[in-house]
């Protein structure tokens, strides 16, 4: 059993900086695929970066490649996503989600353990 606590979303101006944690519970955490998806108002959720068990190999979604970046700290069971140059269309909820095993998913489906997410509101 994996439990997932995120924190560090905010309001932000267009332009700026927010870096998102997620603490993890549960000793997978360390053999676990980590990801963030995110959920704006009227829209489904989808996905936003993944990272692998040894922070090895990372994947991004289109829209935030190149601004994003997931890491992790297996130490202290944190996962990361510090997002740079934020815009607008990046306000939504954001959710870290957890994976058992190997591998790089985009999909929501293939992850078994969620946060309650944290919501991030970029200004114009």
């Known amino acids: 059993q994996v439990q997932l606590v995120e924190s560090g979303g905010g309001l932000v101006q267009a332009g700026g900086s927010l870096r998102l944690s997620c603490a993890a519970s549960?000793?997978?955490?360390?053999?676990?695929?980590m990801g963030w998806f995110r959920q704006s108002p009227g829209k489904e959720r989808e996905f936003v970066a993944a990272?692998?068990?040894?922070?090895?190999?990372?994947y991004y979604a289109d829209s935030v490649k190149g601004r994003f970046t997931i890491s992790r700290d297996n130490a202290k069971n944190t996962v990361y996503l510090q997002m740079n140059s934020l815009k607008p269309e990046d306000t939504a909820v954001y959710y870290c989600?957890?994976?058992?095993?190997?591998?790089?998913?985009?999909?929501?489906?293939?992850?078994?353990?969620w946060g309650q997410g944290t919501q991030v509101t970029v200004s114009s």
């Open positions: 989600a957890a994976r058992g095993g190997g591998g790089l998913y985009y999909s929501q489906t293939q992850y078994n353990y």
């Open positions: 549960g000793r997978i955490f360390s053999t676990s695929t």
């Open positions: 990272i692998t068990w040894s922070g090895g190999s990372t």
